[in-house]
């Protein structure tokens, strides 16, 4: 997989929170367009098993980008690998990575996106409701209603094909300058 450009990873840097989640969807994007991101529901991350030797336990996820041809993602697993891509500090965990625990993405990814805008957006790839029931990972303030995660999920069904569905999702977002609104 093509690393991000350096301009990209300083600028990145320098923008304001709206700005990186459009430039994470935007590295988004263009990995499911070169099929560098296979897209799959149901799997947040398949990286080559490879990676995963006592030579890289302790490298940045970015700095293997260059090794990396292609990795099975879904939404959260997207947004993180490009994360990642973009601006870096994550080592490469295999445990963390693979336990499927959302609690994981969301310590990891919620620097850049609110818990319930994460939730929207697998609601939506997904096209199911099962991850309202995660209580436990969110505040008060950051509970999703039943209306938008309905229409988050009918958002996705518009799209048949995983890949289309995640690039409507991601084009959502940046349309509405870093935050996904879902609409039917």
């Given at each position: 997989m093509r690393k991000a450009t350096k301009l990209i990873t300083s600028k990145f840097k320098e923008v304001s929170a709206s700005e990186k989640?459009?430039?994470?969807a935007k590295d988004v994007i263009r990995?499911?367009?070169t099929e560098e991101y296979r897209i799959r529901k149901g799997v947040?991350?398949?990286?080559?098993k490879k990676l995963f030797s006592a030579t890289n336990a302790n490298r940045k996820i970015q700095s293997l980008f260059g090794k990396i041809e292609s990795c099975r993602v879904c939404a959260l697993g997207?947004?993180?690998m490009s994360k990642c891509n973009i601006a870096d500090g994550q080592l490469l965990g295999y445990n963390d990575m693979y336990s499927g625990d959302y609690g994981?993405?969301?310590n990891t990814l919620g620097k850049y996106f609110s818990l319930s805008q994460l939730m929207l957006i697998e609601a939506a790839f997904?096209?199911?409701l099962s991850i309202n029931s995660l209580d436990k990972f969110y505040s008060d303030q950051e509970?999703?209603?039943h209306k938008k995660m309905d229409a988050a999920v009918a958002f996705g069904e518009k799209y048949n094909k995983a890949s289309i569905r995640l690039e409507a999702i991601m084009e959502n977002l940046i349309k509405n300058k870093g935050t996904f609104k879902p609409t039917v």
């Open positions: 989640r459009i430039l994470i990995h499911v367009k947040y991350l398949d990286l080559p997207s947004i993180f994981f993405f969301y997904e096209t199911d509970k999703v209603s």
